[in-house]
């Protein structure tokens, strides 16, 4: 659905071992084990807009991301993309100190942005940026240690912020930088470098999670209908699903008012999500995504004689986004922040647990055709291995129908096949 991208993170951490900070860290793959940089300005790019599309909260956990920029990049407009107060960026040993540079470091540092010497030796022409950052980062494998311990008695006259010592592989090497007076560490004697992916969430994605947030929380048509006209995309499928659903019937929908007045709020969400979670062509998501709309439809089977309509409802979407992250890339919990649902789907997405979970565990079972687990949640929910059996024939019968029409529309062959 999107453009993969890449990233690598590796923890900054105080004397104690507590998390400080993580350096963000461009990556070609997710097999990468170092960066193979042929343009600094776009490897800087796309750590920032891998940085946007996973979130911040996500990836850093509240704390402070460390991006290295070059020359170019800190003269872009694309520093400012990222809020002042999650990052530090990196100013590489390889950017020449200029007054244009001085100038860029100012007018970024008034904007709130905060800064380090990346790779920092005792050259006359850093002096002027001593007193502008915050961070001064040391190469431990670059030079001996009593370098090291020169480089901070030369430079304490000039600089009150804090040093990180880099490439720390031992606790020996750990205990001297310690013993240095340096206050943040990094390196493999704590962690390497973990990488991640994702594949960004991109504009239609995002007008579908806005909407869904819309219609979970507003009852009123009229402030549903305005986006969707703006959609010509999801106006034109919108208007093909109703007509679908409407089959049979003498009256066809023309506009969205109509077609939002003949499915309903809860059936346009049900839509909503199918498109969300099935939107993506590859033929590795078709087969996943055909086993998410099935599961869905599985939990809401079972549901049916034991809970009420919401609950049937929640438990569709519970079998449905419980393969959400393999369907789109994108961590669940990230999902989770982006579009909220109620607290018994997020119990069993996220902790499996909750009233949901026996549901969602038994509709794994019978995808695996594991017939002890299915006979042991079929006895949670009252329910039998023969009950589950039909209602998984059923389920697959339901999906078989909807082929080829979810990717692109996320509409029913009949009026009965997605009710509500």
């Not at 077609?259 to 999500?273: D, H, K, P, S």
């Not at 033929?283 to 034991?306: D, H, I």
């Not at 079972?365 to 079929?378: K, L, M, N, T, V």
Request: net charge negative.
């Amino acid at each position: 659905m999107g453009k993969e991208t890449f990233l690598a993170r590796q923890p900054i951490v105080d004397a104690e071992h507590r998390l400080f900070a993580y350096e963000l860290l461009f990556r070609q793959s997710l097999a990468s084990v170092s960066a193979q940089i042929t343009s600094q300005l776009q490897a800087g790019v796309d750590v920032i807009s891998s940085t946007l599309c996973l979130g911040s909260d996500w990836l850093l956990h509240g704390k402070l991301a460390f991006i290295n920029l070059d020359e170019a990049t800190l003269m872009s407009d694309f520093v400012c993309l990222l809020p002042p107060h999650h990052v530090v960026y990196e100013i590489l040993e390889t950017v020449p100190v200029t007054p244009v540079l001085i100038a860029r470091i100012q007018e970024l540092r008034q904007l709130g942005y905060h800064f380090a010497l990346d790779d920092f030796v005792c050259l006359e022409e850093y002096r002027p940026l001593l007193s502008m950052v915050d961070f001064v980062k040391l190469d431990m494998l670059e030079q001996p240690p009593e370098k090291t311990v020169e480089i901070i008695a030369h430079i304490r006259l000039n600089f009150t912020g804090q040093f990180i010592a880099e490439k720390v592989e031992t606790r020996e090497m750990f205990d001297l930088c310690r013993d240095s007076g340096i206050q943040y560490f990094q390196g493999y004697y704590f962690a390497r470098p973990e990488n991640l992916a994702n594949k960004a969430i991109q504009p239609g994605q995002l007008a579908v999670l806005e909407l869904m947030n819309k219609v979970r929380v507003c009852e009123d048509l009229g402030e549903i209908e305005e986006p969707l006209r703006r959609n010509a995309a999801l106006t034109l499928r919108l208007l093909r699903y109703a007509n679908s659903a409407a089959s049979g019937l003498r009256q066809q929908v023309h506009t969205v008012r109509q077609a939002l007045t003949r499915i309903g709020l809860m059936t346009l969400y049900r839509w909503l999500a199918l498109l969300l979670v099935t939107a993506n062509p590859t033929p590795t998501n078709a087969l996943l995504a055909r086993t998410a709309v099935t599961r869905g439809r599985l939990c809401e089977l079972l549901g049916q004689s034991r809970l009420n309509r919401q609950a049937q409802d929640e438990l569709f979407m519970t079998g449905l986004f419980s393969l959400a992250e393999p369907l789109m890339g994108i961590p669940l919990a990230y999902l989770l922040e982006q579009l909220p649902m109620p607290d018994p789907i997020v119990q069993a997405l996220v902790h499996q647990a909750g009233p949901y979970a026996p549901f969602l565990k038994l509709a794994e079972a019978s995808e695996r055709g594991d017939f002890g687990r299915i006979a042991r949640y079929a006895a949670d929910i009252a329910s039998s291995p023969e009950e589950v059996n039909l209602a998984q024939l059923q389920s697959l019968a339901w999906t078989e129908e909807l082929a080829g029409e979810v990717a692109p529309t996320a509409e029913p062959a009949t009026p009965a096949a997605m009710p509500r």
